[in-house]
């Protein structure tokens, strides 16, 4: 069955910058579309950066400059980046990684990310 492991966050102080990592794996997800959600406390998820096949990307408005997303392959894994800077306490909240896969959505656990002085 396929899985999606994030890991890399944590808390940080505003300003500073983060890396979060998602390993999604044991389906062939080599041609999903990966996107990266947040859902800060209280509120819904929403929909922060998408990646595709082809490597382009695109953005909510609220981290378009400050946020990038990548991805990569190794062996049989998909992974998929998020790299958080110039990050402010709005920023808080649990982070997932998202994918659908033959009609299937696959979603991570959530890896938390608090920005607070």
């Known amino acids: 069955q396929g899985q999606l492991v994030e890991s890399g966050g944590g808390l940080v102080q505003p300003g500073e910058t983060l890396r979060l990592s998602c390993a999604a794996s044991?389906?062939?997800?080599?041609?999903?579309?990966l996107v990266w959600y947040r859902q800060a406390p209280g509120k819904q998820r929403e929909l922060i950066a998408v990646i595709d096949s082809s490597g382009t990307t695109s953005y909510a408005s609220s981290v378009e400059g400050r946020f990038t997303i990548s991805r990569a392959k190794v062996k049989n894994t998909v992974l998929v980046y998020l790299d958080l800077a110039s990050l402010k306490p709005e920023d808080t909240g649990v982070y997932y990684c998202?994918?659908?896969?033959?009609?299937?959505?696959?979603w991570g656990q959530g890896t938390q990310v608090t920005v607070s002085s």
């Open positions: 044991g389906r062939n997800f080599s041609s999903s579309t």
């Open positions: 998202h994918l659908n896969y033959l009609w299937r959505d696959y």
